[in-house]
């Protein structure tokens, strides 16, 4: 069986360059569900919960949603707001170990089916003028904890314990997974 049209309910480039990549047709349809934590979420439950939504609150036979944030003691780092803003979260990763937690949820034939990973990454010691290079290079400011693992970010990186495309906001382990649970198994081609 072929994999049908993937509905992708994320407006991430990096996540359709992943399944693009895997030859998975992609129609993209960045979803409106606002990300806000409450405050009895774990970060976990967190993004669970946003990629559900965001898989749900898109038309599509097969529908996608994912959901990335960045854990570090117990602080969730999202998206940066600013500059200033990327420099603290790196400046608090640095030389840390923190936790990116990736969820994915593939809705079909009106099943959401859901799948959760927690990656250890381990950040370098790096100076202000360092950390302040890289948030001037633009490259933090779509990305939770503020970097990007597949871009300049790398040059951050100490140690990765898991899977690198989770840290890029996208599992394609699990994504596999989902669809052969929801009964579209991947095949190499189109």
């Known amino acids: ?18 399944l693009e990549m ?4 992609v129609k993209v349809v960045p979803p409106n569900i606002p990300e806000v934590r409450r405050t009895y979420e774990t970060p976990v439950d967190y993004v669970e919960r946003l990629a559900r939504e965001k898989a749900l609150s ?30 603290r979260m790196l400046q608090r990763l640095q030389g840390r170990t923190h936790q990116v937690v ?25 100076d202000d003028a360092f950390l302040q290079a890289y948030v001037a290079t633009g490259e933090p400011m779509d990305k939770a904890g503020a970097y990007g693992i597949q871009g300049y970010g790398a040059a951050l990186i100490e140690r990765i314990e898991g899977d690198f495309f989770s840290v890029m906001g996208l599992p ?3 994504v ?5 649970e929801a009964g579209r198994e991947y095949r190499f081609g189109k």
């Open 1 to 18: 069986m072929t994999v049908a049209e993937l509905t992708l309910a994320s407006s991430s480039p990096r996540r359709q360059q992943l």
């Open 22 to 25: 895997l030859g998975i047709p």
């Open 58 to 87: 898109v038309p599509g036979e097969l529908v996608l949603g994912a959901d990335t944030t960045v854990v570090v003691r117990d602080a969730v780092l999202e998206k940066p707001a600013d500059a200033a803003d990327a420099l």
């Open 102 to 126: 990736t969820s994915v949820a593939l809705v079909a034939d009106e099943s959401v089916h859901q799948a959760t990973d927690v990656t250890n990454v381990t950040f370098r010691r790096a």
């Open 172 to 174: 394609v382990r699990l």
């Open 176 to 180: 596999l997974s989902l669809m052969r």
